[in-house]
């Protein structure tokens, strides 16, 4: 039997020295089979060694073709020389005047009398001071979640992996968007979860699609965005909610409501959790209302739920190190009673709309897919760009954007699409990348 990663490492090889570039189409497996005289399963173990190693992405339909750059935590940008590559990838918001405003919610904790106990151990329902503060922050729209119902994580990411965890079995079926948040394609890889994509249309996730996919095989849970979705920003108005609660129902799935970027759009229905307050755990995090270094995770266990639920979330947070930390618990509490977290928050709204005008004057003319208040966009890419070639190309020009792979899931095509964030730049130098990404599009490939 031929050495499969021998023929690996030639392809690999084959890439790093440019002969393949990025964006280049891979012969199919059974024609590769046949030029180097190996049996079809061989091929497709070289196939699935090279996706394994992050050099190429294969596309349903389409084929495999040679990414732009090994993937890492986000699409990985490989910097070009001489340059200081803008990150449109990673959202970070971070507005003038915020760290003073934190500063001065911090003084109070580092007091000698106060610091003892803010370092102390925390428990997953940290105390009640934090859960009424938490309270007070996630209510939007008439709903406020009970006190004693809220659980806290380190961060948003790690209630998402709590919440997996707890809801679906090894081996078990997760319901997503058909585009999703990369981070849960990650976390159900590594709990041996199946991504079941479910169609989406303007308002988000279709119920009606929901429904058939868990007719045809009972989904665990469902994971959804219905505020500002991410990618797309698309939000789901109140009767699309209603529909979607109508199937979660009694016997439907239990929804994974994530809300983490919905502080940006105050005159959003409620979410999901208070139509469906007995089918859905919501997670939202502090990382972007403020900034991912000092945060908390915060998830609402349902109304009413799987027997002993809220203890086998609690373990799961345990278990996997998800806990809060006290100082942080401490100081998101403070933050949030003091009036920052409010302070902040009204800045970051001015500055997305900033931003966006910035986006409609740049990329004018182009199938741009956006919500005013989002700190995001979906750029449906002009023929005969693909998504991982323009990805490359804009690398080269010093510009890190990711291609709509990164949050499609298997077994739906990627589009030939890039989301483009808008947070961590400053104004102009946003400005000057979008023009850079406009006139690259407009030249073609």
């Not at 345990?318 to 809060?324: K, L, P």
Request: hydrophobic content about 45%; charged content about 20%.
């Amino acid at each position: 039997m031929a050495d499969y990663l021998g023929l690996a490492d030639a392809l690999a090889a084959e890439i790093a020295a440019g002969r393949l570039r990025p964006g280049d189409r891979l012969p199919t497996q059974r024609a590769y089979a046949r030029r180097h005289r190996i049996a079809d399963s061989t091929a497709i173990r070289v196939y699935g060694e090279l996706v394994r190693r992050g050099l190429v992405v294969g596309e349903v339909g389409r084929g495999t073709f040679v990414r732009a750059a090994p993937p890492g935590p986000g699409p990985a940008l490989v910097e070009p020389a001489g340059r200081v590559p803008v990150g449109l990838e990673l959202n970070y918001p971070v507005t003038e005047g915020q760290s003073a405003l934190q500063a001065r919610g911090l003084a109070a904790l580092v007091r000698p009398d106060v610091l003892g106990g803010a370092t102390g151990p925390a428990a997953a329902a940290g105390t009640p001071e934090a859960r009424e503060a938490a309270a007070t922050l996630l209510a939007r729209g008439g709903w406020r979640p009970a006190p004693g119902r809220i659980l806290f994580a380190g961060n948003g990411r790690q209630a998402i992996a709590a919440a997996i965890s707890s809801l679906v079995p090894a081996g078990g079926r997760l319901g997503v968007e058909e585009l999703t948040y990369p981070l849960v394609k990650a976390v159900a890889e590594r709990l041996g979860v199946r991504l079941v994509p479910i169609a989406v249309d303007d308002e988000g996730i279709r119920p009606d699609a929901l429904a058939v996919a868990h007719r045809a095989a009972p989904l665990a849970a469902v994971y959804v965005q219905p505020t500002l979705h991410n990618p797309l920003t698309v939000t789901a108005g109140e009767e699309r909610r209603i529909r979607l609660a109508a199937v979660l129902g009694d016997r439907g799935p239990t929804a994974i409501e994530d809300t983490t970027w919905a502080f940006l759009a105050p005159d959003a229905p409620p979410p999901l959790a208070a139509y469906a307050p007995g089918r859905t755990v919501l997670v939202d995090s502090l990382s972007k209302r403020l900034a991912p270094g000092i945060t908390v995770g915060y998830l609402v266990l349902p109304e009413a739920g799987p027997q002993g639920y809220g203890e086998r979330l609690a373990r799961a947070l345990r278990s996997g190190a998800w806990t809060a930390a006290a100082f942080p618990l401490a100081a998101a509490t403070r933050w949030t009673t003091d009036g920052t977290v409010r302070a902040v928050v009204a800045a970051k709204r001015a500055d997305a709309a900033v931003r966006h005008r910035l986006v409609r004057e740049r990329l004018a003319g182009l199938a741009v897919r956006t919500d005013p208040r989002a700190y995001y966009c979906w750029w449906e890419l002009p023929a005969p760009w693909r998504a991982e070639t323009f990805v490359a190309a804009a690398a080269a020009r010093g510009i890190a954007v990711t291609p709509g792979s990164a949050f499609a899931v298997a077994g739906r095509a990627a589009p030939d699409a890039v989301r483009i964030g808008l947070a961590s730049p400053p104004p102009p130098v946003l400005e000057y990348a979008l023009g850079e990404l406009a006139a690259l599009a407009v030249a073609g490939p």
